[in-house]
């Protein structure tokens, strides 16, 4: 399978605890998203890298989250000190950058948190 | 600020019937605009964009043209399967900008035999 991978599918933790999750994007691709999605609700952007250097951050991406993509290919997000309503799926995407090709994500199956 | 409006759901149609899902967008610049598709159990994947006004997106019979005159990116698909039941998300890149994508909520469509 060469689509964008997603690692672990479900996390539960108690709060106060950190987690970490990994991507793991199509290899050709250049671009790295973080997206966060409440039921209910569209996903919601948090941050993007193209190659190693993250390039934006959302405002909904607070002091405890932090993400990584040290050498340019995988990436992850870490969540310190987790609340109750980091509860979410947490959803990586790829894409091979702007141009024509700006917006066409690629999108892996979400990391699932809960929070207790 | 920028955002994405869809119709809210669920919408539930027998097979063969005719579909609209609304959309309409605010945004700065001069955005692409996007519909994004989910089926059960699988991630969020591209169905249809178009980059400017005028144009139409299509794709497995889905159609959509961006009307920058109404703000809007209508989905339509003249008849419907048991097989597009599915979340369809409405987006924009805000601002025109490389990738950030806008998302509405998300509209679930299910399609009856």
């Known amino acids: 399978d060469t689509g964008v991978s997603q690692d672990p599918r479900h996390k539960i933790t108690k709060r106060g605890q950190n987690v970490t999750f990994r991507c793991d994007p199509i290899s050709e691709h250049n671009r790295l998203y973080w997206y966060r999605q409440t039921l209910g609700q569209g996903p919601e952007f948090l941050t993007y890298f193209q190659n190693e250097a993250q390039l934006e951050k959302s405002r909904l991406l607070s002091d405890r989250f932090s993400a990584e993509r040290p050498k340019g290919s995988f990436s992850t997000l870490e969540i310190q000190r987790t609340e109750q309503g980091d509860s979410a799926m947490y959803l990586c995407a790829s894409s091979l950058g702007a141009g024509a090709r700006a917006g066409e994500l690629f999108f892996g199956e979400g990391s699932r948190l809960t929070v207790l | 600020g920028d955002s994405v409006t869809q119709m809210e759901g669920p919408v539930t149609l027998s097979e063969e019937a005719f579909l609209t899902i609304n959309c309409t967008y605010t945004?700065?610049?001069?955005?692409?605009l996007f519909w994004y598709v989910q089926y059960p159990g699988e991630g969020l994947q591209l169905l249809l964009k178009a980059t400017k006004a005028d144009d139409k997106g299509s794709n497995k019979g889905f159609e959509a043209t961006y009307r920058k005159e109404t703000t809007s990116f209508h989905l339509e698909k003249g008849s419907v399967q048991v097989s597009d039941s599915a979340v369809y998300f409405c987006a924009h890149n805000y601002g025109g900008s490389q990738g950030n994508l806008i998302f509405g909520k998300g509209t679930k469509l299910s399609v009856k035999p």
């Open positions: 945004a700065t610049g001069y955005p692409s």
